[in-house]
């Protein structure tokens, strides 16, 4: 008892630092925001007749309060942590049907490791069905799933996707739902959706079925942890989904603020697909991203269960994590310029989820390299060459654009240490590696936003992420 209330205690007292931290911060920037403004009229005027500084000190300003509300947003977030999450009870009575929807295409290496995960979760077996579409498969995954049949507790269908067929993960989607509805009459109260990588808890069933008993929602995501962190790669990339599930979904779920998926592990009710007449129109290179839009601006109610756990690889390779941020990356760029995208942006019931979206799809990096070389060559221009005032400025740049890079900068870090405090409660890592981990957090986003440049100039197209060992927890 005594535990217990000492670990609340504690999550309470870190709750109310991380808010500390984020208001100080926030004090900074617009402090900041305001010297700004003071310097733009005062030092170089705003009705200045240098024209170089008009326009730079213009265009800075005008970058500060495009940002703004983006900043003001992770404010929000990091102010709703202080919010206690609801509780409710898990109910030992098993009632409603699941099916478990899986693409894999050569996933040999780790397809095992899910089945042995799906026979050991804490479910009625004969309220599951598991439906795996091989999908252009040229190793032996079919072949180990066709043997996995013999010993499965739960029904296990495999349908195989032509090979002329698109290997987009949308289509496979979409073929999958197709050949459900068209073969199999009786249908499911919930479908999840998976990858062949992921690891299952066993108590993850239990979890997401009293969480959609206690919450009125139609569509639920769930926690997802990376296993590979020890894998510089592999934390980089993992740390993405960790602050996504264990700061942004957390926070969200408190405020009874629509959430997103993150790729897997979400569930939906059997309405959501009727909805959408069994079709799964979402083929862009993030389509997680693109049916949450969706979905949310229909006004689906999308909830987060934190304590239905699953596991999964990230890449552990350069080449690996870098296929994959460009895949994010163009992803986003389709979504921006897509009308229907940008239509369900706007049509969203919710100021915070409209400003996420918005944010979330449009090519930032072009306004901060932008406004960063511009700021640059103006100081170089304007200055006598060589002079000690060059590198200052360059160095130093602007109020307006300091303060951006410094509260970026600042929420990166807050994120990480609010993100992973959470992940290595769960993991229980050595302090040392949890250090390491805070530090490494602005890392893994400021590489995930730079890798968005090669994607400006890039054709849309999906690559299988290579798996070099089974999935372990």
């Known amino acids: 008892m005594n535990s217990s209330k000492s670990k609340k205690a504690s999550n309470i007292f870190f709750k109310f630092i991380f808010a500390v931290i984020a208001l100080v911060t926030y004090a900074i920037s617009a402090f900041l925001f305001i010297s700004a403004i003071v310097n733009a009229i005062h030092a170089k005027g705003i009705v200045s007749t240098d024209i170089a500084s008009w326009v730079v000190n213009s265009l800075n300003l005008a970058v500060l309060l495009f940002y703004l509300p983006m900043s003001t947003m992770y404010l929000v977030y990091i102010l709703l942590g202080v919010i206690p999450s609801k509780k409710y009870h898990v109910s030992i ?18 397809i095992k490791s899910l089945l042995n995960s799906f026979n050991e979760l804490d479910y009625p077996s004969q309220l599951q069905t598991i439906f795996i579409c091989v999908n252009n498969s040229t190793d032996d995954t079919l072949s180990i799933i066709q043997e996995y049949i013999k010993i499965s507790k739960v029904k296990i269908y495999i349908i195989e996707k032509p090979f002329k067929q698109n290997n987009n993960k949308g289509k496979t989607i979409d073929f999958l739902l197709n050949y459900i509805n068209q073969h199999y009459l009786n249908k499911f109260d919930r479908y999840a959706f998976w990858d062949a990588d992921n690891v299952i808890d ?26 590979n962190t020890d894998n510089i790669w592999g934390y980089l990339r993992g740390f993405v989904f960790i602050m996504e599930s264990e700061f942004e979904n957390v926070n969200k779920q ?17 309405k959501i697909l009727e909805g959408l007449n069994w079709k799964w129109n979402f083929h862009k290179l993030v389509e997680d991203v693109e049916i949450s839009m969706h979905l949310q601006s229909h006004g689906v109610r999308m909830g987060y269960c934190q304590n239905a756990i699953f596991y999964d690889q990230q890449p ?49 990096t072009i306004i901060f390299i932008f406004s960063i070389v511009l700021n640059i060559i103006t100081s170089i221009l304007t200055q006598p060459l ?45 302090w040392y590696k949890n250090i390491y981990y805070v530090l490494l957090g602005p890392v893994s986003l400021m590489i995930t936003i730079i890798l968005t440049i090669p994607a400006y100039f890039a054709k849309p ?13």
């Open 386 to 430: 060589f002079n000690i005032c060059i590198l200052q400025s360059i160095w130093q740049i602007d109020l307006a654009t300091s303060s951006i890079i410094l509260f970026t900068t600042l929420v990166m870090v807050a994120l990480s240490i609010i993100s992973i405090y959470r992940f290595c409660k769960h993991k229980k890592s050595a």
């Open 202 to 227: 066993k108590k993850w069933l239990n979890h997401v079925g009293a969480f959609f008993d206690n919450n009125a929602i139609d569509c639920l995501s769930t926690c997802r942890f990376p296993t």
């Open 461 to 473: 197209q999906w690559k299988p992420i290579p798996r070099a060992h089974p999935t372990k927890v």
């Open 254 to 270: 408190n405020a009874n603020i629509d959430v997103n998926f993150t790729g897997c592990g979400f569930v939906v009710n059997q």
């Open 316 to 364: 552990t390779t350069w080449s690996a994590f870098y296929t994959q941020g460009h895949r994010w990356a163009k992803g986003s760029l389709q979504l921006f310029f897509d009308k229907t995208s940008r239509n369900n942006i706007f049509h969203l019931n919710n100021t915070i989820n409209r400003t996420d979206w918005f944010y979330r799809s449009f090519p930032n």
């Open 93 to 110: 009575i098993h009632k409603c049907s699941y099916a478990h929807l899986v693409c894999a295409r050569n996933e040999g290496v780790v």
